[in-house]
């Protein structure tokens, strides 16, 4: 049963949301520059027709590779997140697509979910793994950890959350000192109150 669901701060951002979508697009504008330059300077039958096509695989590769990177950490931010009663569901980034990892983390195998500064958050395994779940934003971060613990029983670590920081306690006063009376004495030995009719010091025994 779906408990509540999570956008995540990209969500909110058209243009970033955007700009996930168009990235595999736009990583491969180096590739396309990179051959018209060596097409303008005649590199590639300077450097032969075989040497260019490994230098450009080799390049696509580090492109292909760059865009998984990306697709993995900051794609994150704009993936939605599903919490429902017998796990967590998000859209799995192409690497974990790649490694067949499931989108879907049942409740069972999540051993503690790691909330860090500025919403991200970490689900660790019950078998050693480290599963990103990216950036959700304060407020959503601390309603997600919340609906974690307490409807999903999972063990949260929230501390570095800025919302779930304790307020700075007021600032203690210090005891108010008695007022001192018009025709107090005082011990001039150890400055000790005395009373009006005492002629020694109850605490040195001076005189008075």
């Given amino acids: 049963m779906l408990i509540e669901e999570y956008q ?9 949301a955007v700009y996930v979508k168009i990235l595999p697009l736009l990583m491969f504008v180096p590739v396309i520059l990179m051959v018209v330059l060596f097409a303008a300077l005649d590199l590639i039958d300077y450097i032969g027709a075989g ?3 490994i ?46 990892i499931p989108g879907f983390v049942p409740r069972g195998d999540i051993e503690k979910v790691s909330f860090h500064s ?29 609906v974690l613990r307490s409807r999903l029983q999972i063990n949260v670590d929230a501390t570095e959350l800025q919302s779930t920081k304790p307020k700075n306690q007021a600032v203690k006063m210090p005891k108010a000192v008695p007022a001192i009376a018009v025709g107090d004495a005082f011990c001039n030995g150890c400055g000790s109150r005395l009373d009006m009719e005492e002629a020694f010091c109850s605490q040195c025994g001076r005189k008075r």
Avoid: C, Q
């Fill in 51 to 53: 040497s260019f096509a």
């Fill in 118 to 146: 500025f919403g991200n958050a970490d689900l660790k395994m019950r078998d050693g793994r480290i599963k990103r779940l990216g950036s959700r934003g304060e407020e959503e971060a601390v309603r997600m950890a919340e």
């Fill in 8 to 16: 995540g701060w990209g969500a909110k951002n058209k243009v970033g």
């Fill in 55 to 100: 230098v450009l695989s080799l390049f696509i590769l580090g492109v292909v590779g760059a865009i998984m990177v990306l697709d993995h950490s900051l794609g994150r931010s704009y993936t939605m997140i599903s919490i429902y009663t017998n796990g967590l569901d998000m859209r799995p980034s192409f690497i974990e697509r790649l490694r067949k």
